[in-house]
């Protein structure tokens, strides 16, 4: 027969399962276990005959990962009797079914004994005020943990846990906490972010990103181009064409260049244009350039934005073009561009762009626009990158 596991946890985690409170949050940046203790907390939890909620905002995270470590966990405690139509059945009776908080009211209806919100900082509100309107079966008041990165002190998250309401308790716990992290690991996170990002992903804690993210002084003007080892013009399209009151996003591109001392913004470039008038603007721009500028286009999940990568590529006949799949949010993209910038790493070429940058800078991401910005970290990722494919525009 299978012995059961041991299940280690560090003294942050320890606190948590402890508490008593009716309303527990288990705060932490990258790779604090929030995900592993709210499984575990639940399982050593749950009473006979029971029944629970484990949600998280998404099917997809949920089957992604946190299905995963609560199966996993289960069965090395010998907990799990069988799972079926996404819901664990305990040894004991317990009942716990998986849920996705995209539809908060799809939460409503049976009564539970406790509810676990999986990256709440992620979910609507409307999901934590329907939960805990369910924490009451058998005549009992029900508990609910919540396991997120915060995302600062205008949001839900902290208005619940964060301000000392009756019945709550939050607990915090720091990446270099965690003694299971490899070796370094949260240092070589800490190299790709800026001080204010880190403290929110890393610290655990409550930061305003806000007008935090990146400040104009970072980036240092120079009125002669120092000699560039290579440079790449990065693209970013317009999502919405300009409307009937002159709004709308724009098509920006940021030129940049790679030097002895670090990178250097040498040019942005930014028009409202839709349909066929893409084409022609860059091909102007890439001719401006010359051909040992290379060109680095985003390529869009799915098979229209292969279409649309391709069409691009064909009308760049000639130049050097990468095309690049994103895989993260536009913030999480642009830290390690804005990480350089803190560290006095990036420089600005003078130039009649340069405000218009610095201010969607300063107010990124929650500014109106964030084209020029989503340019540039295209551009540094680019450059900064090794062994990348390029295509040569060919019309084959």
């Known amino acids: 027969m299978d012995r059961k596991k041991t299940i280690r946890i560090y003294p942050a985690q320890a606190a948590f399962r402890r508490s008593t409170a009716l309303y527990r949050g288990f705060v932490g940046g990258i790779s604090t276990g929030k995900t592993f203790i709210s499984s575990y907390d639940l399982l050593r939890r749950a009473k006979p005959d029971r029944f629970y909620m484990y949600v998280c905002p998404t099917y997809k995270m949920l089957k992604r990962a946190d299905l995963r470590t609560l199966l996993g966990i289960a069965r090395d405690l010998r907990f799990l009797r069988d799972f079926s139509d996404m819901t664990l059945r305990l040894g004991n009776g317990a009942e716990i079914a998986c849920c996705s908080a995209e539809d908060p009211e799809s939460l409503r209806g049976p009564n539970a004994s406790g509810v676990v919100l999986c990256e709440a900082s992620l979910m609507d509100e409307d999901a934590y005020s329907i939960c805990i309107g369910r924490l009451r079966e058998a005549g009992e008041q029900g508990w609910l943990s919540a396991g997120f990165t915060p995302k600062g002190r205008q949001h839900w998250t902290y208005k619940v846990f964060g301000q000392g309401r ?3 308790e939050l607990f915090t716990a720091r990446t270099r906490d965690n003694p299971f992290n490899p070796i370094g690991f949260e240092d070589k996170l800490r190299q790709q972010y800026t001080s204010a990002f880190a403290e929110q992903e890393l610290a655990g804690q409550f930061v305003d990103l806000d007008g935090a ?10 009125d002669v181009a120092p000699t560039c080892s290579r440079r790449i013009r990065a693209w970013d399209f317009a999502g919405t064409p ?3 009151q002159g ?3 724009y098509t920006a591109g940021a030129l940049m ?7 250097i913004l040498l040019n942005v470039v930014r028009e409202r244009i839709a349909g066929g008038q893409i084409e022609h603007f860059i091909r102007r721009i890439a001719e401006q350039d010359g051909t040992e500028t290379e060109i680095a286009i985003e390529q869009e999940p799915g098979g229209a934005g292969k279409i649309v990568a391709s069409h691009f590529t064909r009308t760049l006949a000639g130049f050097a073009v990468q095309t690049v799949r994103p895989s993260m949010n536009k913030l999480t993209r642009a830290m390690p561009f804005l990480a350089q910038a803190e560290a006095g790493n990036i420089s600005l070429l003078r130039g009649g762009w340069n405000d218009g940058f610095l201010d969607e800078a300063a107010a990124f991401p929650s500014g109106e626009n964030d084209d020029q910005m989503d340019a540039a970290a295209h551009a540094f990722n680019a450059l900064a990158s090794s062994g990348v494919q390029l295509s040569f525009g060919l019309n084959d």
Request: no cysteine.
């Open 166 to 168: 009756p019945d709550t």
């Open 213 to 222: 993210v990146a400040k104009r002084e970072w980036f240092r003007i120079v």
């Open 247 to 249: 709004r709308g996003d």
């Open 257 to 263: 260049g790679q030097t002895e001392a670090g990178w």
């Open 242 to 244: 300009e409307n009937a």
